[in-house]
């Protein structure tokens, strides 16, 4: 169930009407909530609801049995258990076959001709946000940041609350938790804010919807590109995954906030970061925020073995994304990008440049970063490694470059046109967005104009790209 459909459109005025206006009281509202969220995980596979309310329910006891533990090596253990019940539920159905494949290409290198069978497994929609989501939730009991909750169904409702079930943002369970102690009240500025999130979300999705159609033509094809085309889908895609994924949280976060829900943001304008990691803490921030403190920080952080800490938690970031080596890959590049600002930035001659706010620096260095990250977005996107490799030298001039089409240069414009516009919106939204909402003069003709808009050149039942991590 799409957000972008008639579908969901119909599913949530139904929700609404009930929420709003038939369960008052705070338990059938929360039941209305998991019911409702069930309702719209079916609507992609309802054989995966089990997998998804047995992962509430033992993260749920274990909590209760980490706080009630009086030997820190019994905490431990009940840890240890819930961890490896989320991994190892992300291990069989997300990383199994790529395992398999990987540990018969090696036999291979060693003269051993290993068949080893594909499962095949059906990768349940939303398990990386939902698994991660409920982990940290033993992690913050266990380090006694929070208190096991009471109550399996408001625990479950908060684990499987729809808006942002399949997507994200990943919701730590202390910011989610109590405001389904307390069921919210909407309020009407939050509301108008709600609508305005949805919109821009519909907006900038329909641009990435536009964009995709020139990065399959590249990064799917097996036919030589010019030059000008690598460069524009790789453009192209940028936008394409920045548009796609920030606007489907937008929505979330809208919908949310329609139904009186607080969710924070989770991109923040990142291809104006000035350095890879300023990129980090602007982009997918619940998952940043979460690998910093649940994998960063548990490794050793800054106190010890540093670099080494943030090459593996950038590896486990990429292998977050998908079982396939470019996702390695792309970790790896960027955790080496982070080590590089970090070694450069604790250089004495360069440390003054790193705190300069002179204007021409500052240019200098966005564009060597955004430069850096569409590097890294080829391994992203790319089918292989060797594809990879190839994308990058035909943008650098390695190999030969036919003439590119008449249309090329036009497209290429249009490309970084829709980045432009996705970041614009996004800065007058973040800085100005409270002054639209305050006049309904201006609100509602922007809302109306901008479905409208929407509905003549979106392309309709398009899936969101992170629905497939």
């Not at 909590?63 to 431990?76: G, P, T």
């Not at 840890?79 to 395992?99: C, P, Q, R, T």
């Not at 829709?418 to 967005?433: F, K, N, Q, S, T």
Request: a positive charge; aromatic letters at 18%.
């Amino acid at each position: 169930m799409l957000f972008n459909t008639p579908l969901f459109f119909l599913f949530f005025s139904i929700f609404f009407v009930l929420y709003s206006f038939v369960f008052l009281r705070r338990r059938p509202r929360i039941l209305l909530i998991l019911v409702g969220s069930l309702v719209f995980y079916a609507g992609w596979n309802y054989r995966f609801i089990p997998l998804l309310v047995a992962s509430a329910v033992a993260d749920y006891f274990l909590a209760i049995r980490i706080h009630e533990a009086r030997q820190i090596r019994s905490k431990k253990r009940f840890l240890a258990l819930s961890v490896a019940i989320n991994l190892g539920i992300l291990a069989i159905f997300k990383y199994s076959d790529f395992a398999l494949q990987s540990v018969s290409e090696f036999l291979t290198l060693f003269g051993f001709q290993a068949y080893l069978p594909a499962l095949n497994f059906v990768l349940p929609v939303g398990i990386s946000f939902y698994t991660f989501q409920s982990m940290s939730y033993t992690i913050d009991v266990y380090r006694g940041q929070m208190k096991p909750r009471k109550g399996l169904l408001q625990f479950t409702a908060a684990l499987a609350f729809f808006p942002q079930l399949v997507a994200g943002p990943i919701l730590r369970a202390r910011q989610i938790l109590p405001q389904f102690e307390n069921i919210p009240i909407p309020t009407w500025r939050g509301v108008k804010h709600g609508f305005l999130l949805i919109a821009v979300g519909l907006f900038k999705k329909t641009l990435a919807d536009l964009l995709a159609g020139r990065v399959e033509a590249v990064f799917g094809s097996a036919d030589p590109v010019s030059r000008l085309e690598s460069w524009t889908a790789v453009v192209a895609f940028a936008g394409q995954i920045y548009g796609d994924f920030s606007g489907y949280t937008d929505m979330a976060i809208g919908i949310a906030l329609l139904l009186g829900f607080q969710i924070s943001i989770n991109f923040n304008l990142p291809y104006l970061a000035t350095s890879p990691v300023d990129f980090w803490r602007r982009w997918h921030i619940s998952l940043s925020s979460w690998l910093r403190d649940y994998l960063y920080i548990s490794l050793g952080g800054n106190r010890s073995h540093r670099y080494r800490n943030i090459f593996v938690t950038m590896l486990l970031g990429g292998l977050w994304h998908g079982a396939a080596w470019t996702f390695i890959a792309w970790g790896l590049f960027h955790g080496c990008l982070i080590v590089a600002t970090h070694w450069l930035a604790s250089l004495s001659p360069l440390r003054a440049l790193a705190k300069s706010s002179h204007w021409l620096l500052r240019i200098l260095m966005w564009i060597f970063t955004f430069y850096l990250v569409l590097v890294g977005w080829v391994f992203f996107r790319a089918v292989s490694i060797e594809s990879a490799f190839a994308i990058i030298g035909l943008m650098h001039g390695v190999g030969s470059s036919p003439t590119p089409p008449t249309n090329a240069t036009l497209f290429a414009i249009f490309c970084g046109a829709a980045l432009v516009i996705m970041h614009l919106v996004d800065y007058v939204v973040i800085r100005w967005g409270s002054g639209i909402e305050r006049r309904g003069w201006l609100l509602w003709p922007t809302l109306a104009v901008i479905h409208i808009l929407c509905f003549f050149i979106g392309v309709p039942n398009n899936e969101f790209i992170y629905f497939q991590f």
